[in-house]
């Protein structure tokens, strides 16, 4: 998992953890999906960027960001278009661990 750079005072091997242990207890999956947990610059690595675009047009219509007053067309036409892409509906149930496509995994952190 690539996180954009920034600094904290947490270390990347404690969150690698934190997220499996994590996906163990909620989810019953204890094969240690993150495998590694590192920071890019989102400016200077493509995949990130890339990646970024198709999470938050998810993230955006699930969140109902579409929804608010101003909320800017050419994002909604984007987020749209990357969901129906994916096959997926703005109500983005959790998908099976073991699938190959798209998934997603609903998280509520606490």
Do not use: C
């Not at 499996?20 to 909620?26: A, D, K, L, T």
């Not at 219509?61 to 994916?86: C, S, T, Y």
């Amino acid at each position: 998992m690539f996180l954009d750079q920034r600094q904290t005072g947490y270390k990347l091997d404690d969150l690698r953890m934190v997220l499996n242990n994590g996906m163990n207890s909620r989810y019953s999956i204890d094969r240690r999906p993150f495998r590694l947990v590192e920071f890019a610059n989102s400016k200077e690595t493509g995949a990130v960027q890339i990646a970024d675009i198709l999470l938050g047009s998810v993230a955006y219509l699930k969140n109902d960001h579409h929804k608010v007053a101003g909320a800017k067309p050419a994002k909604v036409e984007l987020a749209r278009h990357v969901m129906n892409k994916a096959r997926l509906k703005e109500s983005v149930p959790n998908t099976p661990y073991n699938q190959s496509s798209f998934t997603v995994w609903n998280f509520m952190l606490s």
